[in-house]
């Protein structure tokens, strides 16, 4: 797989919401509305080289973090009052979170929205590539790991999966998710963009 190859999947229509709810909380409905006052924020789907293959990076979130403490998700987060535009701030919060060079990275396109609702956030995901490896500088107090995942095995459904999380204070429900590594799961929002991604990829 090449940049090519991606840029002419992210030139035809994505494959939207049916993708991702492949992968939702059962608790997701399908026709949730996104309410007037959602928090806007962005993330930063990003790839690379390296050995040989294509590397997507994540970061676990700290226990101590204020939302989706613990969680595996992409870098990223909430539109600042300066941030020009989603895609501005999904570059800010990628170096801030995990010292990814903004200035860099070349966006290859927008995923679909993902609406959040234990958050109230609107997520707006984007497709970036570098030409090598970063050197990840975490910021402390956000990033308690960097997680690299060879882009082969997101794509791979041997990954998939239901498993018993918690969604908030304990309360326990099946949902699907990613297992990587082997012991990292992702799931909820992060899931559902990966969905999409692969589904992308995935398209004859």
């Known amino acids: ?56 990076p994540f970061m676990r979130r700290t226990d101590d973090a ?11 987060g909430r539109r ?32 679909t929205e993902v609406y959040i609702p234990p958050s109230n956030s609107l997520v707006f995901p984007f497709l970036g590539y570098l030409p090598a490896r970063p050197v990840f500088v975490p910021a402390p107090r956000e990033v308690a790991d960097i997680i690299e995942v060879p882009l082969s095995q997101l794509l791979d459904p041997a990954i998939r999966g239901t498993h018993r999380v918690d969604v908030f204070g304990g309360n326990m429900i099946e949902a699907p998710g990613y297992v990587v590594h082997e012991k990292h799961l992702i799931w909820g929002a992060t899931a559902m963009m990966i969905a999409e991604l692969a589904a992308l990829l995935a398209r004859e």
Do not use: K
């Not at 939207?16 to 996104?34: E, F, H, K």
């Not at 204020?66 to 870098?75: D, E, K, L, S, T």
């Open 80 to 111: 600042e009052p300066g941030d020009p535009d989603f895609q501005f701030t999904a570059l800010r919060e990628a170096d801030e979170e995990m010292g990814i060079p903004h200035q860099e990275v070349e966006v290859l396109g927008a995923l």
């Open 1 to 56: 797989m090449d940049l090519s190859f991606i840029r002419q999947r992210l030139a035809q229509p994505l494959p939207g919401l049916d993708a991702q709810m492949t992968m939702a909380p059962p608790i997701r409905r399908r026709d949730v509305a996104v309410p007037e006052d959602a928090r806007r924020s962005a993330v930063l789907v990003l790839i690379y080289p390296f050995d040989n293959q294509w590397i997507v």
């Open 66 to 76: 204020r939302i989706h403490a613990g969680q595996v998700c992409f870098p990223g």
